[in-house]
């Protein structure tokens, strides 16, 4: 059928098969990949357009609704060579971070903004409550849309004032006009398609039927026969995720076969289609079962389906809780949490000769390099990885997903081939957050001064090793919380369990364990009577302090501070909040506080970054940046701190990102390392480059630089000399930085990490007591983040990992089977999240660039135990399992009812 | 890969029925239902059709076309008695659903959770059938039988919704409760309309949804409202006794324990909301 209507003002024909959905259409025909697809069910918006001038989710439309109506997408929103008022403004609120969503959001506020240009915040909420955001937490959003009339556009910062300008992101045009090519947008039209074919069995044996008859159809149809080496995870030592299972299954949404094929062709065969006999097993589900003295083994050579433990031991604990004037205990569960990136695992592969390029969405190009030459047995040299945008990461695509597949069906077949998860399956593949039991006894002196702890958290790591190793041995070293305890005994532990794999999710762990703490620290400030604010700053880890594992804090410890920033927002709060419940009915308010430190980069491991500055005969400065940026602003903060580094404007650096054929190893975009990490390697290659420079004019240290054109003029007092670039030649500056640790003994002791951010963070909630409801009012967070390279990152950082806090306390579970879409599986959106405060506090860093730490995992940490304090104080009830549902809080309402009369 | 019709008339919306196909009309249930597969059935959309779009007042009360969607009902001028339905149409899902989903994709789609069931069983609506054979009406109750089960017939399409006027000044409400704000499956939700006479309940009927397999109406509570002043004791009167026609039951969205204790207070509250 030929569908005709007008499309950003001009007039499209398209012909197809009329129930093909706008967004393909959009998309796939018409050469508009500004709409993004993030669930094709109506869940996310990111595919938000307006048909006939309103917002519709243009997955939900076929084409042959379209006819002779009025399309308007993301590309037709700039003015030729101009961005649009809402565009301009979102670039210079920061409001797009991965980007994945902005497409959606601006359509959504341009519904809005053509009604009113001066909405209101309850007007914003209701135009965007259909376009979800995982990483912003919408503060920004919002801010930018209720600003459209008037955005700030800050000048760009001169040579040697980059680090902590609120430069906006050098990618974010690319961003706000939709041009941004993520993992989906740019596949090669001639590629062939595949679709994985996944277990809906948590545990099963099966065997293959005849696939004779699938591969007459299909070009090729793979299975755990075709991969080289058929096991891959991050440990060098433990490959032990098949690409495609082999008779054995271990997680619902394991993939066994892989059908490659034209498009249109492999989703047209049905997963009944594919002659797989299964033998279904009883699963191992959760922690229980799989530590039952009689359970059987998930993985055959893992005893006691025991994956690691291990702990921090300092002084005595046990002895030391005898003389507490105060003793709290509590056991703390918490659920599988999905990351939920709007962008689903996506990516194309074409083999080059001897060599496989993989074009993917990833977090980590290196280690996918190394891990996908190993799964084909080829040379690291042999594969090229080309991260596209990256639409969220948060940890999940730390792993490998479409790589290996990809690649291996490229390599045969000799033919781009392509693979993009739909919603429901990336969340069955991907790796989840680890469930947690954390039990937790702390104990305090009649000061409030804590003198003893004894931690153990026990995590369900799901069917594959992934970064359980990793949560396991980061958890003991931040269990006891961000304060100075003499008596310390942490433990933590993962089990292998029929669930899916439990890997990287922001923060590694530690998110549970402060649930844990942070509930033990308001207890033991309620039972001394002492202020729950002031209880945690009396005993804050700070400079001079030595930590459990015996490592003394010799700089940059800002916990006392943040505090001190919050002190004034707190008290106002309880005050509010105490004049509110007077007023007696079935709201309650409550205020809460949480605190958190976070290791900066790898736990005890080695984790460098190499990074390259070059400046070309032609005048081309380029910063060669293996970090990816998944959203967090890495890009920009690169260049702003190699800009400095070298002494000439941020504006003048053109960036490679990513690209393992063109740039070096940064390492993987994890444990909040690349500002602290990356950013120093950056700066250290930007002063080698500025080196070689000052040495080829003879100048002085502090010489100016300026660069026109092949010219570089550098100015030392009076004295001006001019280098011709052409003339001296391609300069290149590098810089490596590993940050300093030492391994951890059987005791845990040791420098896990060179150095830690802190935060304290406040909530104002409102609770319905009559229907257990939670309402989060107010978000106040002061984080040290050693120096703020870029305010405006920072603070999206912070607002974006509060709401991943707010979502894990109130709202997330991952039930595999049951809450498999976006629809049945919640996260916060517009409407949940409040505004979100930030305090930025600078405790200079010495070894970071410019002071930095390292800010991409702390905003979650502390929210869930600030909320859930605020519950507590409103209500009385303690949580002991997240999410705290609204029929989790009644009951807890109705218990304490029945125990006070 | 299926056939494809998009007729303009109702007439040629019929004759496509006579063999087998689905309907199609904002497609907020019908794609998401089809996420990652290919759509080979035959689909009528039945969205061009102009005649069953569009709100009128008949001599009886009001005709909401089938294919209306939730935001044109919310930007209709209409009676306070629709107030209830107009709640309920600006919670289901996000403004992106609304501009899409219709009233009687809500219906045909026969969710428990469906917000749009609850205020329409409260307003007494009829659900207008129509096949080559003719024109029938069932009460909406009796119209969705079960779980995505309906009373429709092969050949049947839904063309509107009536309803009826009422006797007396009505006040009507609708209240829900889900997880968090936007794009939201009901954990629970109530609607109920109150005609008044004399500072009296003349007449009501509250209907709740998303506890039990088909939302239900309360007879129980509705009798006991009947008589009583019109002011705000009006919550007082809900019992649990009168939550007998539920089966709450529980999922991932909430214990079954917790749905009936939160429908007392939803409808309390919704009561209450009615007085001014
Ligand atoms: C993200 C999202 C959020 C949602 N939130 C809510 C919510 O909060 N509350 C809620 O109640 N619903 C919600 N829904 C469901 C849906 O939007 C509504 O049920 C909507 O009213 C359906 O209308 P439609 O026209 O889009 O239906 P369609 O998808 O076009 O059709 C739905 C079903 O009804 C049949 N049908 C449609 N019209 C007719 C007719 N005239 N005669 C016979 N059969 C017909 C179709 O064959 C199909 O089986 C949500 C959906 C999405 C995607
Ligand atoms: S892709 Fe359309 S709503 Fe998610
Ligand atoms: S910026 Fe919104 S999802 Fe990433």
């Known amino acids: ?901 | 890969m299926g056939d494809y019709l998009r007729p303009r008339d109702l007439d040629e919306a019929l004759q496509a029925l006579t063999r087998p196909c689905t309907v199609l009309a904002g497609g907020t249930d019908f794609y998401p239902a089809r996420v990652g597969r290919s759509v080979t059935e035959d689909v009528l959309d039945i969205a061009g059709i102009a005649a069953l779009r569009g709100i009128s007042e008949t001599p009886t009360g009001w005709r909401l076309g089938a294919t209306t969607t939730w935001s044109e009902l919310v930007e209709a001028e209409l009676p306070s008695l629709f107030d209830g339905l107009k709640q309920a149409g600006r919670e289901v899902g996000g403004r992106q659903i609304q501009n899409a989903g219709t009233l009687a994709g809500n219906i045909c789609n026969a969710s428990p959770a469906a917000d749009g069931v609850p205020p329409l069983l409260a307003l007494d609506a009829e659900v207008e059938i129509t096949s080559l054979a003719g024109n029938r009406s069932l009460a909406l109750a009796a119209f969705i039988t079960g779980v995505r089960k309906t009373a429709l017939r092969p050949g049947e399409l839904v063309t509107a919704i009536h309803v009826p006027r009422t006797q007396h000044a009505a006040r009507a409400g609708f209240v829900k409760l889900g997880a968090r704000r936007y794009l939201v499956i009901s954990i629970a939700m109530a609607s109920a309309v109150l005609e008044v006479a004399d500072g009296k309940v003349a007449a009501a009927r509250v209907a709740v949804g998303a506890c039990s397999p088909v939302a239900q109406r309360l007879p129980a509570l509705e009798a006991a409202l009947i008589g009583m002043a019109f002011d705000k004791s009006l919550s007082n009167r809900v019992e649990a006794t009168h939550l007998a026609p539920l089966s709450p039951i529980d999922d991932v969205r909430g214990s079954a324990a917790y749905r009936s204790e939160a429908v007392l207070t939803l409808l309390r509250r919704l009561l209450s909301g009615l007085v001014p």
């Open chain 1, 1 to 901: 059928m030929k569908v005709a209507f007008t499309l950003n003002g001009t007039v499209a024909e398209w012909e197809g098969v009329p129930v093909t959905r706008l967004a393909a259409a959009l998309r796939d025909d018409l050469g508009c990949t500004g709409t993004k697809i993030g669930c094709d069910a109506g869940d996310c918006g990111a595919c938000t357009v307006l048909l006939d001038g309103r917002q519709v989710c243009s997955c939900l439309v076929a084409m042959g609704q379209v006819e002779g109506r009025t399309v308007e997408t993301v590309e037709g929103l700039a003015l030729p060579e101009m961005l649009a008022a809402l565009q301009a403004s979102f670039l210079a609120h920061g409001a797009a971070q991965c980007g994945i969503c902005t497409p959606g959001m601006l359509i959504a506020a341009e519904e809005l903004v053509r009604r009113t240009v001066k909405p209101t915040r309850a007007e914003v909420e209701d135009f965007l409550g259909g376009v979800l955001c995982r990483c912003t937490g919408y503060s920004k959003i919002v801010d930018a849309v209720m600003a459209v009339t008037s955005p700030v556009r800050e000048a760009d910062p001169a040579a040697g004032e980059a680090v902590g300008a609120r430069l906006s992101r050098v990618d974010g045009i690319a961003k706000v006009t939709g041009k941004d090519a993520f993992g989906a947008d740019a596949i090669p039209a001639d590629a062939l398609w595949i679709r994985v074919v996944r277990s809906p069995h948590a545990r099963a044996r099966f065997t293959l039927g005849d696939l004779g008859p699938l591969r007459k159809r299909l070009a090729a149809v793979l299975t755990a026969a075709d991969v080289p080496f058929n096991g891959f995870g991050i440990y060098p030592d433990i490959k032990d995720q098949p690409v495609l299972a082999d008779g054995l299954v271990r997680y619902r949404g394991e993939a066994v076969v892989a059908l490659v094929g034209a498009r249109a062709e492999v989703p047209a065969i049905r997963d009944e289609d594919v002659p797989i006999v299964w033998t279904p097993e009883p699963p191992l589900l959760g922690i229980d079962a799989a530590t039952a003295p009689d359970a059987p083994l998930v993985q055959a050579d893992r005893p006691r389906n025991l994956l690691l433990e291990g702990g921090v031991k300092r002084g005595d604990a046990d002895a030391a809780f005898a003389d507490c004037a105060a003793v709290s205990e509590g056991v703390f569960e918490t659920a599988f949490v999905e990351h939920a990136y709007i962008e689903p695992e996506a990516g194309w592969a074409e083999r080059v000769g001897d060599r496989i390029e993989i074009h993917v969405t990833t977090q980590t190009p290196y280690m996918d390099r190394d891990e996908v030459a190993n799964v084909m047995q080829l040379r690291p040299e042999a594969v090229r990885i080309v991260p596209t945008a990256c639409g969220g990461g948060f940890g999940g695509k730390l792993d490998l997903s479409v790589q290996p597949l990809i690649g291996i069906a490229a390599w045969k077949l000799g033919r781009p081939v392509a693979c993009v998860y739909t919603r429901p399956e990336s969340m069955a593949a991907s790796t989840k957050r680890h469930p947690a039991r954390v039990t937790a006894k702390f104990g305090c002196d009649a000061q409030g001064k804590l003198v003893a702890c004894d931690v153990r958290a026990t995590f369900d790591t799901g069917a594959y090793a992934s970064w359980g190793p990793t949560v396991a041995n980061r958890v003991p070293v931040h269990a006891m919380g961000p304060y100075a305890v003499p008596n310390v005994r942490t433990w933590g532990e993962a089990f292998f369990t029929n669930g899916p794999p439990a890997g990287a999710f922001r923060g590694f762990g530690v998110p549970q364990a402060a649930i844990a703490h942070e509930a033990m620290m308001d207890e033991l400030a309620d039972a001394t009577g002492i202020d729950r604010l002031e209880f945690r700053h009396r005993n804050a880890l700070r400079v001079g302090d030595t930590t459990a594992t015996g490592q003394v804090l010799a700089h940059s410890a800002g916990l006392a501070q943040c505090l001190d920033a919050l002190r004034p927002a707190w008290h106002e709060a309880q005050e509010k909040a105490a004049a509110f419940n007077a007023a007696g009915g079935p709201h309650r308010r409550g205020v809460g506080v949480g605190c958190m430190w976070y290791g900066i980069g790898n736990t005890s491991m080695s984790n460098p970054s190499r990074m390259r500055v070059g400046l070309s005969p032609t005048g081309a400065l380029t910063l060669y940046n293996g970090a990816v940026d998944i959203g967090q602003g890495s890009n920009t903060i690169m260049v702003q701190i190699a800009a400095d580094a070298v002494g000439l404007p941020a504006a003048q650096f053109a960036l490679v990102a990513g690209d393992t054929d063109l740039t070096t190893d940064a390492g993987k975009t994890s444990a909040s390392r690349q500002t602290f990490v990356s950013g120093r390697a950056a700066e250290k290659a930007g002063q080698d480059l500025r080196q070689q420079i000052l040495r080829l004019a003879n100048a002085g240290p502090d010489a100016r630089l300026s660069l026109e054109g092949a010219m570089l003029a550098v100015r030392d007092g009076t004295e001006v000399r001019t280098l011709d670039l052409a003339t001296v030649g391609p300069l290149m500056g590098e810089g490596v930085f590993d940050p300093p640790t030492t391994p951890l003994d059987a005791d845990g002791q040791g420098v896990p990490y060179a150095t830690y951010a802190f935060a304290a963070q406040m909530a104002e909630v409102e609770v319905d007591i009559e229907l257990g409801t939670v309402k989060v009012l107010r978000i106040v967070a002061a984080h040290d983040v050693g120096k703020a390279i870029n305010p405006t990152l920072v603070e999206g950082q912070i607002q974006g990992g509060v709401a991943q806090g707010l979502g894990l306390a109130l709202m997330e579970e991952y039930l595999p089977g049951r809450t498999e879409n976006l629809h049945d599986y919640l996260i916060p959106t517009v409407g949940d999240v409040p505004a979100i405060e930030c305090i930025l506090i600078e405790d200079r860093e010495p070894l970071g660039p410019s002071g930095a730490k390292g800010v991409g995992e702390p905003g979650l940490v502390p929210t869930a135990p600030a909320i859930l304090g605020a519950v507590h104080h409103a209500t009385g009830v303690r949580t002991y399992r997240v999410p705290l549902l609204p029929h989790r809080l009644r009951e807890g309402i109705v218990q304490l009812k029945g125990k006070t009369p």
